[in-house]
């Protein structure tokens, strides 16, 4: 199940969810189906909406450290993976 199924599930339907980020259903969908990113801010809410079950690094796993590089050093956030353009570090 993808991130955003998981805020579905949690808030209990597209509608309820959109209702508590204060956009319309149809956006939701579109996140669902892969029609647009979710902004920045949208994940944050759904981060909150969702009681922290879907965390904003779950709903943009590509650039989250750019956004919020405060919690890079968090326990629970994803370990780094190194990019296309990062070269691996060999000890």
């Not at 808030?11 to 979710?38: C, D, F, N």
């Not at 981060?47 to 919020?68: F, K, S």
């Amino acid at each position: 199940m993808n991130p955003i199924e998981q805020a579905i599930e949690v808030t209990g339907s597209q509608a309820a969810l959109a209702s508590s980020l204060g956009v319309k259903q149809p956006t939701i969908s579109e996140w669902l189906r892969g029609g647009r990113p979710i902004p920045p801010v949208r994940s944050v809410q759904i981060e909150r909406a969702t009681g922290g079950h879907v965390m904003r690094w779950h709903l943009r796993p590509d650039d989250w450290r750019d956004i919020w590089p405060e919690l890079a050093d968090r326990p629970d956030a994803p370990a780094a993976t190194p990019t296309p353009t990062q070269e691996p570090t060999h000890g």
